[in-house]
Protein backbone atom coordinates (compact mmCIF):
# COMPACT_ATOMS: atom_id res chain seq x y z
CA UNK A 1 0.00 0.00 0.00
CA UNK A 2 2.83 2.67 1.10
CA UNK A 3 4.16 2.22 -2.60
CA UNK A 4 0.89 2.63 -3.75
CA UNK A 5 0.11 5.60 -1.66
CA UNK A 6 3.42 7.22 -2.50
CA UNK A 7 2.99 6.78 -6.25
CA UNK A 8 -0.46 8.53 -6.28
CA UNK A 9 0.73 11.26 -3.96
CA UNK A 10 3.46 11.88 -7.03
CA UNK A 11 1.39 11.60 -9.32
CA UNK A 12 -1.30 14.24 -7.14
CA UNK A 13 1.72 16.85 -7.34
CA UNK A 14 2.88 16.35 -10.46
CA UNK A 15 -0.73 16.76 -11.85
CA UNK A 16 -1.52 19.99 -9.69
CA UNK A 17 1.39 21.76 -10.52
CA UNK A 18 1.64 20.79 -14.23
CA UNK A 19 -2.11 22.08 -14.76
CA UNK A 20 -2.16 25.70 -14.33
CA UNK A 21 0.40 25.87 -17.25
CA UNK A 22 -1.21 23.31 -19.53
CA UNK A 23 -4.63 25.43 -19.26
CA UNK A 24 -2.35 28.72 -19.88
CA UNK A 25 -0.81 27.58 -22.79
CA UNK A 26 -3.62 26.35 -24.64
CA UNK A 27 -5.84 29.78 -23.52
CA UNK A 28 -2.76 31.20 -25.17
CA UNK A 29 -3.13 29.15 -28.49
CA UNK A 30 -7.05 30.02 -28.35
CA UNK A 31 -5.81 33.90 -28.03
CA UNK A 32 -8.25 33.85 -24.67
CA UNK A 33 -7.97 34.50 -21.08
CA UNK A 34 -9.77 33.56 -17.90
CA UNK A 35 -9.50 35.48 -14.24
CA UNK A 36 -6.86 34.31 -11.76
CA UNK A 37 -9.82 33.23 -9.30
CA UNK A 38 -11.29 30.36 -11.70
CA UNK A 39 -7.83 29.40 -12.32
CA UNK A 40 -6.99 28.77 -8.64
CA UNK A 41 -10.66 27.06 -8.29
CA UNK A 42 -9.90 24.65 -11.20
CA UNK A 43 -6.94 23.85 -9.68
CA UNK A 44 -7.98 23.57 -6.14
CA UNK A 45 -10.81 21.33 -7.60
CA UNK A 46 -8.08 19.39 -9.03
CA UNK A 47 -6.00 18.69 -6.32
CA UNK A 48 -9.09 18.08 -4.15
CA UNK A 49 -10.36 15.28 -6.19
CA UNK A 50 -7.16 13.90 -6.80
CA UNK A 51 -6.32 13.64 -2.76
CA UNK A 52 -9.49 11.65 -2.83
CA UNK A 53 -8.69 9.39 -5.29
CA UNK A 54 -5.02 9.32 -3.55
CA UNK A 55 -7.18 7.49 -0.54
CA UNK A 56 -9.32 5.12 -2.16
CA UNK A 57 -6.65 3.08 -4.64
CA UNK A 58 -8.83 0.51 -5.60
CA UNK A 59 -11.45 2.86 -6.63
CA UNK A 60 -13.23 2.56 -10.25
CA UNK A 61 -14.61 5.60 -10.55
CA UNK A 62 -12.57 8.54 -12.57
CA UNK A 63 -9.07 8.25 -13.65
CA UNK A 64 -6.46 11.12 -13.23
CA UNK A 65 -6.91 11.77 -16.56
CA UNK A 66 -10.23 12.40 -16.32
CA UNK A 67 -9.94 14.60 -13.20
CA UNK A 68 -8.18 16.61 -15.01
CA UNK A 69 -10.81 17.28 -18.05
CA UNK A 70 -13.26 17.80 -15.08
CA UNK A 71 -10.86 20.01 -14.08
CA UNK A 72 -11.21 22.19 -16.83
CA UNK A 73 -14.87 22.59 -16.35
CA UNK A 74 -14.72 26.32 -14.60
CA UNK A 75 -12.32 27.60 -17.28
CA UNK A 76 -15.37 26.53 -19.82
CA UNK A 77 -17.66 27.83 -18.19
CA UNK A 78 -15.77 31.02 -17.78
CA UNK A 79 -15.90 31.75 -21.57
CA UNK A 80 -19.12 30.85 -22.20
CA UNK A 81 -20.02 33.34 -19.47
CA UNK A 82 -17.56 35.78 -21.64
CA UNK A 83 -18.87 34.93 -24.72
CA UNK A 84 -16.18 33.71 -26.49
CA UNK A 85 -17.13 31.42 -29.08
CA UNK A 86 -16.69 27.99 -29.27
CA UNK A 87 -13.33 26.46 -31.35
CA UNK A 88 -14.00 24.34 -34.49
CA UNK A 89 -13.47 20.55 -33.74
CA UNK A 90 -13.72 17.03 -35.52
CA UNK A 91 -16.90 15.17 -35.30
CA UNK A 92 -15.12 12.59 -33.37
CA UNK A 93 -13.87 14.54 -30.96
CA UNK A 94 -17.24 16.37 -30.28
CA UNK A 95 -18.90 12.92 -30.27
CA UNK A 96 -16.25 11.77 -27.56
CA UNK A 97 -16.51 14.66 -25.27
CA UNK A 98 -19.58 16.61 -26.73
CA UNK A 99 -19.10 19.53 -23.76
CA UNK A 100 -15.25 20.20 -24.64
CA UNK A 101 -16.22 23.28 -26.14
CA UNK A 102 -12.83 24.79 -25.87
CA UNK A 103 -10.48 21.83 -26.71
CA UNK A 104 -9.50 22.12 -23.46
CA UNK A 105 -9.11 18.50 -22.60
CA UNK A 106 -5.46 16.43 -23.15
CA UNK A 107 -5.58 13.56 -25.05
CA UNK A 108 -3.06 12.06 -22.96
CA UNK A 109 -1.09 12.78 -19.69
CA UNK A 110 1.52 13.10 -22.01
CA UNK A 111 0.47 16.72 -22.87
CA UNK A 112 0.93 17.90 -19.45
CA UNK A 113 4.03 17.05 -19.64
CA UNK A 114 7.29 14.62 -19.53
CA UNK A 115 7.47 14.24 -16.12
CA UNK A 116 3.71 13.97 -15.56
CA UNK A 117 3.41 11.23 -18.00
CA UNK A 118 6.40 8.96 -16.65
CA UNK A 119 4.19 9.07 -13.20
CA UNK A 120 1.21 8.08 -14.37
CA UNK A 121 2.29 5.48 -16.29
CA UNK A 122 4.36 4.15 -13.33
CA UNK A 123 1.07 4.41 -11.24
CA UNK A 124 -0.68 3.11 -13.70
CA UNK A 125 1.07 -0.28 -13.78
CA UNK A 126 1.05 -0.02 -10.02
CA UNK A 127 -2.76 0.35 -10.02
CA UNK A 128 -2.84 -2.20 -12.90
CA UNK A 129 -1.42 -5.19 -10.63
CA UNK A 130 -2.97 -4.79 -7.46
CA UNK A 131 -6.49 -4.01 -8.67
CA UNK A 132 -6.53 -6.39 -11.73
CA UNK A 133 -3.54 -8.71 -10.68
CA UNK A 134 -2.51 -8.81 -14.51
CA UNK A 135 0.60 -10.92 -14.96
CA UNK A 136 2.44 -10.39 -18.19
CA UNK A 137 1.58 -13.67 -20.56
CA UNK A 138 3.90 -15.52 -22.78
CA UNK A 139 3.44 -15.96 -26.58
CA UNK A 140 4.50 -17.44 -29.64
CA UNK A 141 5.60 -16.19 -33.12
CA UNK A 142 6.49 -13.93 -37.12
CA UNK A 143 7.99 -13.72 -40.32
CA UNK A 144 11.37 -12.87 -41.78
CA UNK A 145 11.05 -9.47 -43.33
CA UNK A 146 12.30 -8.61 -47.67
CA UNK A 147 16.22 -7.48 -46.56
CA UNK A 148 16.39 -5.11 -49.63
CA UNK A 149 15.99 -2.59 -46.85
CA UNK A 150 17.49 -3.72 -43.91
CA UNK A 151 19.25 -0.55 -43.02
CA UNK A 152 16.18 1.55 -42.91
CA UNK A 153 14.88 1.65 -39.50
CA UNK A 154 11.41 -0.14 -38.94
CA UNK A 155 8.23 0.52 -37.01
CA UNK A 156 6.29 -3.08 -37.22
CA UNK A 157 2.34 -3.13 -37.24
CA UNK A 158 0.78 -5.78 -35.89
CA UNK A 159 -2.58 -7.06 -35.95
CA UNK A 160 -3.59 -4.24 -37.88
CA UNK A 161 -6.45 -4.39 -39.87
CA UNK A 162 -7.53 -1.88 -42.69
CA UNK A 163 -8.39 0.62 -43.42
CA UNK A 164 -6.21 1.94 -40.50
CA UNK A 165 -3.18 -0.27 -42.08
CA UNK A 166 -2.67 1.47 -45.05
CA UNK A 167 -2.80 4.75 -43.33
CA UNK A 168 -0.47 3.84 -40.59
CA UNK A 169 2.12 2.66 -43.55
CA UNK A 170 1.92 5.72 -45.69
CA UNK A 171 2.36 7.78 -42.39
CA UNK A 172 5.61 5.41 -41.70
CA UNK A 173 7.14 5.85 -44.85
CA UNK A 174 6.32 9.85 -44.58
CA UNK A 175 8.36 9.98 -41.44
CA UNK A 176 11.54 8.01 -43.02
CA UNK A 177 11.00 4.32 -41.76
CA UNK A 178 9.69 1.19 -43.39
CA UNK A 179 6.40 -0.33 -42.22
CA UNK A 180 6.44 -4.39 -41.38
CA UNK A 181 3.08 -6.25 -41.44
CA UNK A 182 3.46 -8.78 -38.66
CA UNK A 183 -0.39 -10.50 -38.97
CA UNK A 184 0.11 -13.03 -36.38
CA UNK A 185 2.08 -14.35 -33.62
CA UNK A 186 3.65 -16.72 -35.94
CA UNK A 187 5.02 -13.34 -38.22
CA UNK A 188 6.26 -11.37 -35.01
CA UNK A 189 8.22 -14.37 -33.40
CA UNK A 190 10.44 -14.49 -36.88
CA UNK A 191 10.17 -10.34 -37.26
CA UNK A 192 11.91 -9.60 -34.16
CA UNK A 193 15.31 -10.53 -35.47
CA UNK A 194 14.83 -6.79 -37.59
CA UNK A 195 15.14 -4.79 -34.48
CA UNK A 196 12.07 -2.55 -34.97
CA UNK A 197 12.08 0.79 -33.34
CA UNK A 198 8.47 0.58 -32.52
CA UNK A 199 6.00 -1.52 -32.48
CA UNK A 200 2.60 -0.83 -33.24
CA UNK A 201 -0.25 -3.34 -31.88
CA UNK A 202 -4.03 -3.09 -32.65
CA UNK A 203 -5.75 -4.20 -29.05
CA UNK A 204 -8.73 -5.29 -31.46
CA UNK A 205 -6.77 -7.85 -32.28
CA UNK A 206 -7.43 -11.34 -30.40
CA UNK A 207 -3.98 -12.42 -29.91
CA UNK A 208 -2.77 -8.20 -29.28
CA UNK A 209 -2.27 -8.89 -25.20
CA UNK A 210 0.68 -12.26 -26.10
CA UNK A 211 2.16 -9.67 -28.70
CA UNK A 212 2.83 -7.11 -26.22
CA UNK A 213 4.09 -9.28 -23.79
CA UNK A 214 6.68 -10.95 -26.43
CA UNK A 215 7.43 -7.67 -27.66
CA UNK A 216 8.23 -6.42 -24.22
CA UNK A 217 10.56 -9.28 -23.60
CA UNK A 218 12.24 -8.90 -26.93
CA UNK A 219 13.23 -5.33 -26.23
CA UNK A 220 10.85 -3.11 -28.39
CA UNK A 221 8.86 -0.49 -27.79
CA UNK A 222 5.62 -1.07 -28.05
CA UNK A 223 2.51 2.01 -28.63
CA UNK A 224 -0.62 -0.25 -28.58
CA UNK A 225 -4.18 1.80 -29.33
CA UNK A 226 -7.85 0.44 -29.96
CA UNK A 227 -11.33 1.64 -29.52
CA UNK A 228 -12.65 3.29 -26.57
CA UNK A 229 -9.27 3.37 -24.64
CA UNK A 230 -10.20 3.29 -20.55
CA UNK A 231 -7.74 4.84 -18.25
CA UNK A 232 -7.89 0.50 -16.58
CA UNK A 233 -7.58 -0.95 -19.98
CA UNK A 234 -4.35 1.74 -20.64
CA UNK A 235 -3.15 0.26 -17.13
CA UNK A 236 -3.51 -3.38 -17.76
CA UNK A 237 -2.41 -2.46 -21.09
CA UNK A 238 1.00 -0.93 -20.06
CA UNK A 239 0.96 -3.59 -16.96
CA UNK A 240 1.48 -6.28 -20.04
CA UNK A 241 4.42 -3.73 -21.88
CA UNK A 242 3.17 -1.09 -23.45
CA UNK A 243 4.60 2.18 -22.94
CA UNK A 244 1.80 4.02 -24.08
CA UNK A 245 -2.39 3.37 -25.40
CA UNK A 246 -3.71 5.70 -27.14
CA UNK A 247 -6.98 5.95 -29.31
CA UNK A 248 -7.64 4.18 -32.35
CA UNK A 249 -8.57 7.70 -34.05
CA UNK A 250 -5.01 9.67 -32.96
CA UNK A 251 -2.22 6.90 -33.45
CA UNK A 252 -1.96 8.09 -37.12
CA UNK A 253 -1.57 12.08 -35.84
CA UNK A 254 0.56 11.48 -32.46
CA UNK A 255 2.77 8.98 -34.55
CA UNK A 256 5.25 11.51 -35.79
CA UNK A 257 6.06 12.77 -31.73
CA UNK A 258 6.30 9.20 -30.55
CA UNK A 259 9.52 8.13 -32.82
CA UNK A 260 12.87 9.97 -33.31
CA UNK A 261 13.35 12.19 -35.99
CA UNK A 262 15.21 11.02 -38.91
CA UNK A 263 17.29 13.25 -41.14
Known amino acids: MSDQVSLSAQLRMALVAAFPGYVARRLRELGVAVADEVMARSAGNLSESLRRLEESPHDLGESPLELVRIATEPVTAALVAAGVDPVERDGQAVELHPDDL ?46 SLRNVPAVALFGVSEPKRSELEQRIRDLGYRPLLWRNPASLEDGLTTKPVLALVDLRHPTANDAISRLKAGEVRVLAFGDDVTDFAQAATMALGAEEVMELDRVVDLLGSRLPRIG
Not at 118 to 127: A, D, P, S, T
Not at 129 to 143: E, F, L
Open 102 to 147: FDLYPATSRDLGEEVWRVHMQWGLERARRVAGMVPAASPGAKPEDS
